[in-house]
């Protein structure tokens, strides 16, 4: 059998080079058989020879950096079939192709006379994954648990990075700002995940369980509030643990750089969020969006949102009690620290600008990119990529300052413990179809489907804190579906009405959820965007605002709060205690309160949607089926 030299880690990951010579050689210069175009690669790196009849030999051309062999460094070694060769940040397996992997090889789908294909249920499938946050991850592990040696993921995402011989997440340095932001994970999805995934993620000092349990919740579990980089550092990490099934490249994908890989896959999952350039790729698939049942007077509705990274004193039930009764401020957190989301004006967004402070020049770079700004060591808060400091901080009377202060006050902040801003824009849009046949089956291609999830198909407004959990929701639909449909022949669009119909679902209670946390109704039965209710309560009229009647106003909202979630949250704060948060705030604030509305709990509560109606309880019969598959092949 051919040996093949199978690209790992590093620029060329996911390659396939066969040893068609008694001699290849690695290195950075052009003329070797295998080129690496990197600094810590030598020009004439190491060379592989075949050895007859022992088989080939690796070794070591006196590189700087040496060549490791299974995390060994070597000056030569006899190469066994699955050794990792190690190239400076770059590694490459060695692969022959025994019985077992040529008999897998010939039960791949083949040709017939006339066209037809043939196919074989041990057939491997093959998938991309675009975008490896949570999202595409979670697909990637949930293939792997039910399909086990069934089942290829190669999944793509920019915002890793080579750390050794494991790919990482990049941070706040490399220009990954949102990962510290805290979100809620309901106990429907949660459950969902393999038992060993679950058992990674839920440390107890990570996670708590700030939010009660209510109709998304099995039995008495909570939703769990987590930091979503912890999420995305634990799956990411067991994900490295399956190199032989999950194929992890630290690369921005490109869908026309890609084709000729697209063609030769079952399945393109596009997970890589709501301004997925792979999805507008193949926009013509899946269909033109409709923004205007998310508009108001012909205008598509956005909200822009500040994030303020801040730690707070407050109880969690106090800080869930303040959340739910207005619609200015969303404090999540875990243990206090967090992001305090503060709803913005039309006019409050226009000064959402950073200025240089050199060339004394304004720019966007906070509104358009989003950046984040941290405390720089004058207290000023400062984008490290652009160099600019945002400009309200400066200006101590800007209108928008002093409200941000407010917020603060309302949640029990000092203005210490305001560390960075960045800033936001939300919008949603009603999709057509989430599943697309993109290419279909030829003698020479198995036909690929391709499927959007997560926030390239539903990307929702997180007010009521839905859009992971939607999106975890479409990963696990279609793992069940992919594991039930795979039989080695190429899918039909039949084998999908069952993940169709579960999307159409999300996008219907989640959107409709999530518009009623953008717009208000007023007693005229007129429906009106919350931004312009805040804007119009915080213009000036004649007069000061009754403080006395707002204040009552507020503590009526939150007593009625306090008595739908007592039997599910203890510890909830008495009138003495909310009096004294309200106590400091300024009339003009408190008015902006009151006439911005609470949740509106009894319309975003109910029913729920349960993707098991279309699957079943579990895959569990499934999960038994793989595992016994597995037990059964020979090794």
């Known amino acids: 059998m051919t040996p093949v030299i199978v690209g790992d880690r590093g620029l060329l990951a ?39 009849p022992e088989g080939y030999v690796l070794r070591d051309c006196g590189s700087c950096n ?34 077992q992997e040529t008999l897998m090889a010939l039960s791949l789908p083949r040709s017939r006379p006339g066209g037809r294909v043939e196919a074989d249920s041990a057939s491997p499938l093959r998938v991309i994954v675009v975008g490896g946050g ?56 949660y459950l969902s995940l393999p038992e060993g995934v679950q058992a990674r993620l839920f440390d107890p000092r990570h996670y708590t369980e700030m939010w009660p349990s209510g109709p998304d919740s099995i039995g008495d579990y909570h939703p769990r509030n987590m930091r979503i980089a912890y999420i995305e550092d634990r799956l990411l990490e067991v994900a490295n643990e399956k190199p032989d099934r999950i194929r992890l490249v630290p690369a921005r994908f490109d869908p026309a750089e890609h084709e000729a890989d697209i063609a030769d896959q079952h399945v393109l999952a596009i997970c890589d969020g709501g301004r997925s350039r792979t999805r507008e790729h193949y926009a013509a698939k899946f269909g033109k969006a409709d923004e205007s049942i998310y508009s108001l007077d012909g205008r598509h509705l956005q909200d822009v949102v500040l994030g303020l990274r801040v730690r707070s004193t407050l109880s969690d039930p106090m800080a869930v009690l303040l959340t739910v009764a207005q619609n200015r401020f969303l404090l999540n957190s875990l243990r206090g620290e967090g992001f305090l989301n503060m709803r913005l004006t039309e006019s409050e967004a226009a000064e959402v600008v950073g200025i240089d402070p050199v060339r004394r020049v304004f720019e966007e770079c906070i509104a358009s990119r989003p950046c984040l700004m941290g405390r720089d060591e004058h207290g000023d808060f400062q984008c490290p990529t652009h160099g600019t400091l945002f400009l309200p901080a400066l200006i101590k009377r800007s209108a928008l300052w002093r409200r941000v202060r407010e917020g603060l006050l309302l949640f029990g902040v000092e203005s210490a413990d305001l560390s960075a801003i960045t800033s936001f824009r939300l919008d949603m849009v009603q999709r057509p179809r989430f599943t697309a046949q993109l290419r279909p089956p030829t003698a020479t291609f198995p036909g690929t489907y391709g499927f959007l999830l997560g926030d390239a198909a539903n990307a929702l407004h997180f007010w009521p804190g839905r859009g992971l959990n939607s999106g975890l929701a479409s990963a696990i639909s ?17 084998d999908f009405l069952r993940h169709e119909a579960a999307m159409s ?8 959820r999530a518009w009623k946390a953008m717009v208000n109704v007023d007693d005229d039965g007129n429906v009106r965007a919350v931004k312009d209710i805040i804007e119009q309560s915080l213009e000036r009229t004649p007069g000061e605002p009754d403080r006395a009647a707002d204040t009552a106003t507020l503590l009526t909202r939150m007593r009625e709060i306090r008595a739908r979630l007592a039997s599910r949250v203890s510890g909830l704060p008495d009138a003495e205690a909310i009096l004294r948060r309200l106590e ?45 598959l597995q037990s059964a092949a020979p090794t």
């Not at 290849?24 to 052009?30: D, S």
């Not at 008015?591 to 949607?609: F, I």
């Open 134 to 189: 949570p999202v595409g991850l979670t697909l990637s592990l949930l293939l792997e648990h039910f399909l086990g040696p069934r089942v290829r993921v190669t999944v793509y995402d920019g915002r890793w990075r080579v750390e050794g011989r494991t790919v990482v997440w990049k941070d706040e340095r490399h220009g990954n700002t949102r990962r510290q932001q805290v979100v809620t994970v309901q106990s429907r999805q």
């Open 584 to 628: 400091p705030l300024e009339s003009s604030t408190l008015r902006m309160l009151v006439l911005s509305g609470g949740w509106d709990t009894l319309t975003m509560g109910g029913e729920e949607v349960d993707i098991s109606i279309f699957y079943g309880q579990d895959s569990s019969a499934a999960a038994a089926a793989v595992k016994s």
């Open 66 to 99: 040496g060549t490791l062999v299974n995390g060994e460094r070597i000056d030569s070694r006899l190469l066994r079939p699955g050794d990792l060769i190690t190239l400076g940040e770059h590694s490459f397996r060695f692969e022959v192709p025994d019985l």
């Open 14 to 52: 996911g390659q396939r080079i066969p040893v068609l010579d008694t001699r290849i050689t690695f290195g950075r210069n052009q003329s070797n058989t295998v080129v690496i175009a990197s600094s810590n690669v030598s020009r004439f790196h190491a060379e592989l020879v075949l050895d007859e």
């Open 505 to 512: 679902m999300l996008q219907y209670r989640h959107k409709s």
């Open 478 to 494: 279609l793992a069940r579906s992919l594991n039930q449909a795979w039989t080695g022949r190429p899918f039909r669009d039949a």
